[in-house]
């Protein structure tokens, strides 16, 4: 097979059978979206429950603190999830 081995990102490989070299790299054009994904998952939520914390009842007799959370494992991986066509979930635990 001729042709030839392109590096696309960091995990993928293509052959590329251009007669003419890449003039320009590819980007990664959901670069920003992966990013705000993981700032929402390691900063935002934190500051999210930091700012509702403690939420007290009306009459100021009980008190509802959230101290940490944790994202579970999902119930199916990212195959399972494109087959059954279901979305790709985890449940999110407060303490």
């Known amino acids: 097979m001729t042709g030839q081995l392109v590096q696309y990102g960091q995990h993928r490989q293509r052959r590329s059978f251009a007669r003419i070299n890449e003039v320009l790299e590819l980007p990664n054009l959901i670069e920003i979206q992966t990013a705000s994904y993981e700032w929402f998952l390691e900063e935002g939520l934190r500051e999210m429950f930091r700012d509702i914390s403690p939420i007290e009842d009306f009459t100021g ?35």
Do not use: H, M, Q
């Open 61 to 95: 007799n009980l008190s509802l603190e959230f101290i940490d959370y944790s994202l579970g494992d999902p119930k199916y991986d990212v195959d399972e999830c494109k087959e059954r066509d279901v979305t790709y979930a985890a449940p999110l635990r407060v303490k």
